[in-house]
């Protein structure tokens, strides 16, 4: 069955600490795999898109980790600030079916 | 671009009362998904079309859920008749080329409130 599942589920931090995020999955046959942030009441919105033969990507304070033999993936925040309290939700695509695979999603509360 | 839009932004309803939600994905894409996301289920695919027509709509609830997309730059969702249960924000995605090639971008979502 493909799954996607993340930990932690909430996370609290201090402003101007890192953090990393967890993604398993189970997805088969694996195409990709994206980070979304999600801010209260808007829609995801795309951080990084990786695919099998990738194994880091960055984007500004934000690197995203693939190791496609274990089917893990991290998302590392680098220096966090107040505005990246948000939901940050991993998406696994498989190369059949035309789906995305939703994980529920972590919670990250920055705190000054 | 402006993005994908979807209205309205928030629907308070009584319950028994028609709902529909509208999307106009972005110019280009051929791909449109309606997703429905809950506290307690995080993000669910209710249907998807490509190039306006509807590929998997297994996600879909019951019968009381339907979707349409009559051209490449509308799709509603319709929900008839509304029950408490139905309450979640609705968003609407488009990509192009599929899963396997791009970025899913997401409307900001319509939040739905039955009484």
């Known amino acids: 069955k493909n799954q996607v599942e993340q930990s932690p589920q909430s996370l609290i931090i201090l402003e101007g600490k890192n953090c990393t995020l967890q993604c398993n999955y189970t997805v088969s046959p694996f195409s990709n795999l994206r980070w979304y942030k999600q801010d209260t009441g808007r829609g995801p919105v795309s951080l990084t898109i990786m695919t099998f033969s990738e194994n880091t990507k960055s984007n500004g304070r934000y690197t995203a980790t693939l190791d496609a033999d274990t089917k893990q993936s991290s998302l590392h925040i680098t220096a966090s600030q107040l505005s990246d309290s948000a939901s940050y939700i991993c998406v696994v695509s498989a190369n059949t079916g035309n789906q995305f695979y939703f994980g529920t999603g972590t919670s990250l509360t920055v705190i000054p | ?115």
């Open chain 2, 1 to 115: 671009d402006a993005g994908v839009i979807q209205s309205p932004r928030h629907e308070v309803t009584e319950m028994g009362q028609e709902v529909t939600l509208r999307c106009k994905p972005i110019s280009g894409h051929d791909y449109l998904f309606w997703y429905r996301q809950t506290m307690m289920r995080g993000l669910e695919l209710l249907i998807y079309f490509n190039n306006n027509v509807p590929i998997d709509d297994s996600g879909m609830p019951e019968d009381r859920f339907s979707a349409k997309m009559p051209n490449a730059s509308f799709s509603t969702l319709k929900i008839q008749p509304s029950e408490p249960r139905d309450s979640a924000v609705y968003f609407c995605a488009s990509s192009e080329g599929g899963p396997g090639a791009n970025v899913l971008t997401f409307g900001a979502g319509s939040r739905l409130t039955v009484l």
